[in-house]
C-alpha cells in the first residue's frame, strides 16, 4: 500500500504498477450473488492478502474487496459487517484439502469468516474477537488477542481444541512455520513464543524484544528464518536451525509499519513509517534501498 494505491513491485525490472486504486469508486465488474455492486469510495485498507494471481484487501469499515490479478477490474466487494468496530485484523488465502481457493478474514466485530474464491460465497462464520493464523493444511487456526491466552481450534468445525498458555498480556500476531507443527505468537509482554502444536502445555521457546510489543512476525518460505517486528526501532531475524540460538538484531530507528519475506529468497521487506524507503535486508546483511520510494 501506498496512500489509497495498491502497487506491485518488480525485483527484475525494478518497475512498480498500480493495480489497484481505491481513493475514488471500486464498483465489481463481475456478478456474484452478495456483492456489493454499489462498491465502495475511499477506502481505508488495513490489511491484505496476495497469493497467486488472486488479491484480496480488508478495510476499516469491514470491507472486503477481491481481485484476480490476470483479470481487469474488481470481482467482488463486500461488507462482512455493519458493526461500529468492524475493522479488518487479518486476510489469508489458501487452499482446502480439496484443492479449492478459499480466503479467511477476521474481523474486530468478533468474526472469522471463511469464502470460497470461485463463487466468493460465505462458507463459515466463526465468533471470535481475535488475530487468526491458518495452518499450512488449512486444518488448523490459531487465535490471539485480547486475552493473554491463546487458541487453537479446528478450522472446519470452529472448535476449541487447545490453549496456549504463558504470555503476560495481549496479543496482536501469529505465524505458522512451513513445517506445519509449529507457530509462533507474538504479545505486549515483547515475547514471541514459539509453540509445537503436538504438545501445547508450554511454549518450546520464548524470543524476548527489546522495547515493545512484538506486533508482526513471519517465517520464511522454507522455515530456515522468523523474523519479529517491535512497534518502532527493532526488527529481530532468528535461525530456526540452529534452534532459534543465532539472532541478527536490526535497528531501524523508526516506527515499523511491517514486514514481508520474499516468498523465493531470505530476502526480508521492512516499511518504516517516518521514512520514505523500504529496506532489502539477508540474514548477516543489510541493503537500504532508494529505489523503494514510490513502493513504500
Known sequence: MSHYSVLHWSALS????????VQGHVAPREKHPGSLLEGFSQTQVSTLAVKDNLLVAGGFQGELI???LDREGISFCCRTT???N???NAV???NTASGAVHFMASNNDSGVRDYDMERFQLCKHFQFDWHTSLSPDGKLVVIVGDDPNGLLIDANSGKTLHSMKGHHDFSFASAWSPDGRTFATGNQDKTCRIWDARNLSKAVHVLKG???AIRSIRFTSDGQFLSMAEPADFVHIFDVKSDYNRRQELDFFGEISGMSFSPDTDALFVGVWDRTYGSLLQFGRLYNNWYHDSLL
Not at 14 to 21: A, I, Q, R, S
Open 14 to 21: 525494478g518497475v512498480d504498477t498500480e493495480l489497484m486504486n
Open 66 to 68: 477481491c481481485k484476480h
Open 82 to 84: 455493519y458493526d461500529d
Open 86 to 88: 468492524a475493522i479488518t
Open 92 to 94: 489469508e488465502i489458501f
Open 210 to 212: 527489546n522495547l515493545g
